[in-house]
């Protein structure tokens, strides 16, 4: 899921810089005091979350977990993506500094749609499980099409890259729609109050 | 409530470090490793994952600099490749592999060193070597037998090398460890201005 230095052209490095900049802002000012060890503890997540690697043939993949943080943080997914994120460019040499904003929009906010999606399907009480396997699969079905959309400009026609990276991406989908289906009806199982939170 | 909240969150941290355990930090992606060495005028190198995946049929790009392709060819099922250079051989060449959605490796090799250069000396005729002459034996004839066998001899070496080069491009437990406590002192600092401000 990351692009790596040097592959995406300046207009789209700017305003993946852009939307990253301005998400992170608006998603710290929605932390809480009460939600800021939740946020920290998705970015541990979120961190980690990249070394399951999936092997797949030519490609591969890695759980992303952004459906999660979605549901459980809302807007506050920018600002934990951009910690996990630059440290997985400093420490893993994951994706890079200068593509840092793009890789941080392409994942954080089609988790945040994915979040927003889960925690609309929870509320009208549809089993958890449905609605976070629903959010994980989305989360990275969203980020699969940003990355075709932020090659479209370099030439990769979108079409072919959107159905090569999304089929490639089919296993994780399904592997990352589990994970987030169980730890979400462990969650409503266990603490109720993990939905409200200070997140709107 | 919020033990209970905590004792949740912490449960989603012990899922994902379950997983980590059971993958561990040897099976990961998202870097697309380079390396490639000059061996007369062939550039021969190997292109893999930083799970060790090879990067099979990926386009690779011999370049002078930025605009100007010496060079095309593709990496075989090894992900390995062998691309002639055509004459005259630029000082410095740039290996760019292309993984596709984004992925991207590259690296450099300066072909000035000594031991690329060719000195023709074309009256040399006589070479003494410890008291055994050869006679009419041209340079380009001993130079090519020399080479031939200096490549048989450092292949061991070359091959460990390509195994550390491997084994490095793997994200170790100091870097994983080290990004968590990243985020902990992050949360701890966001937690402590927070906390500041309420007391205000």
Same mark, same amino acid.
């Given at each position: 899921?990351?692009?790596?230095?040097?592959?995406?052209?300046?207009p789209?490095?700017?305003?993946?810089a852009?939307?990253?900049?301005?998400?992170?802002?608006?998603?710290?000012?929605?932390l809480?005091?009460?939600t800021?060890?939740?946020?920290?503890?998705?970015?541990?997540?979120?961190?980690?979350?990249?070394?399951?690697?999936?092997?797949?043939?030519?490609?591969?993949?890695?759980?992303?977990l952004g459906?999660?943080?979605?549901?459980?943080?809302?807007?506050?997914?920018?600002?934990?993506?951009l910690?996990?994120?630059?440290?997985?460019?400093?420490?893993?040499?994951?994706?890079?500094l200068?593509v840092?904003?793009v890789?941080?929009?392409? /994942?954080?906010?089609? &988790? @945040?749609?994915? =979040?927003? !999606?889960?925690?609309?399907?929870l #509320?009208?009480n549809?089993?958890?499980?449905i609605?976070?396997?629903?959010?994980?699969?989305?989360g990275?079905?969203?980020?699969?099409?940003?990355v075709?959309?932020?090659?479209?400009?370099?030439?990769e026609?979108?079409?072919?890259?959107?159905?090569?990276?999304?089929?490639?991406?089919?296993?994780v /989908?399904?592997?990352? &729609? @589990?994970?987030? =289906?169980? !730890?979400?009806?462990?969650l409503? #199982?266990t603490?109720?109050t993990f939905?409200e939170?200070?997140?709107? | 409530?919020?033990?209970?909240?905590?004792r949740?969150?912490?449960?989603?941290?012990?899922?994902?470090?379950?997983?980590?355990?059971v993958?561990?930090?040897?099976?990961?992606?998202?870097?697309?490793s380079v390396?490639?060495?000059?061996e007369?005028?062939t550039v021969?190198?190997?292109?893999?994952?930083?799970?060790?995946t090879?990067?099979?049929g990926?386009?690779?790009?011999?370049?002078?600099n930025?605009?100007?392709?010496?060079?095309?060819?593709?990496?075989?099922?090894?992900?390995?490749?062998?691309?002639?250079?055509?004459?005259?051989?630029?000082?410095?060449?740039?290996?760019?592999v292309?993984?596709g959605?984004?992925?991207?490796?590259?690296?450099t090799?300066?072909t000035?060193?000594?031991?690329n250069?060719?000195v023709?000396?074309?009256?040399?005729k006589?070479?003494?070597t410890e008291?055994?002459s050869?006679?009419?034996?041209?340079?380009?004839?001993?130079?090519?037998?020399?080479?031939?066998?200096?490549?048989?001899?450092?292949?061991?070496v070359?091959?460990?090398?390509?195994?550390?080069?491997?084994?490095?491009?793997?994200p170790?437990?100091?870097?994983?460890?080290?990004?968590?406590?990243?985020?902990?002192?992050?949360?701890g600092?966001?937690?402590?201005?927070r906390?500041?401000?309420r007391?205000?």
């Amino acid at each position: 899921m990351h692009i790596a230095e040097g592959v995406l052209s300046l207009p789209v490095l700017v305003s993946g810089a852009a939307i990253a900049t301005a998400g992170t802002a608006y998603g710290i000012k929605k932390l809480s005091f009460e939600t800021i060890p939740r946020c920290g503890i998705v970015s541990a997540a979120l961190f980690v979350a990249s070394l399951i690697h999936v092997n797949l043939g030519a490609t591969s993949v890695h759980l992303v977990l952004g459906g999660l943080g979605g549901i459980l943080l809302g807007w506050s997914l920018f600002p934990a993506f951009l910690v996990a994120l630059l440290l997985q460019a400093v420490l893993f040499q994951f994706g890079g500094l200068i593509v840092l904003g793009v890789n941080v929009t392409n /994942m954080a906010l089609p &988790g @945040i749609l994915a =979040g927003m !999606i889960g925690r609309a399907m929870l #509320k009208a009480n549809i089993n958890p499980f449905i609605c976070g396997f629903t959010s994980g699969l989305l989360g990275i079905l969203g980020s699969a099409a940003c990355v075709a959309i932020s090659l479209l400009f370099r030439g990769e026609a979108f079409m072919t890259s959107a159905v090569m990276i999304t089929s490639a991406h089919l296993p994780v /989908m399904i592997i990352e &729609g @589990i994970v987030t =289906g169980f !730890i979400v009806s462990y969650l409503s #199982k266990t603490d109720k109050t993990f939905l409200e939170g200070g997140i709107k | 409530m919020t033990i209970l909240k905590a004792r949740s969150m912490f449960a989603i941290l012990a899922i994902v470090s379950m997983v980590l355990t059971v993958n561990p930090p040897s099976a990961m992606a998202h870097r697309l490793s380079v390396f490639a060495i000059l061996e007369g005028d062939t550039v021969n190198g190997e292109a893999y994952f930083n799970d060790g995946t090879p990067a099979k049929g990926c386009p690779v790009f011999l370049k002078v600099n930025k605009d100007q392709t010496l060079v095309k060819g593709k990496t075989n099922e090894e992900g390995l490749f062998s691309l002639k250079v055509p004459s005259p051989m630029p000082n410095r060449l740039e290996v760019i592999v292309e993984g596709g959605a984004g992925h991207r490796g590259t690296t450099t090799i300066e072909t000035s060193r000594k031991g690329n250069e060719t000195v023709k000396d074309a009256n040399a005729k006589t070479y003494k070597t410890e008291g055994i002459s050869l006679q009419g034996v041209s340079e380009e004839a001993i130079e090519t037998a020399v080479r031939k066998v200096v490549r048989e001899e450092i292949k061991p070496v070359i091959d460990e090398l390509l195994k550390l080069n491997l084994e490095l491009s793997k994200p170790g437990i100091t870097e994983i460890l080290g990004g968590i406590g990243y985020i902990v002192g992050l949360t701890g600092l966001a937690l402590w201005i927070r906390g500041k401000k309420r007391h205000e």
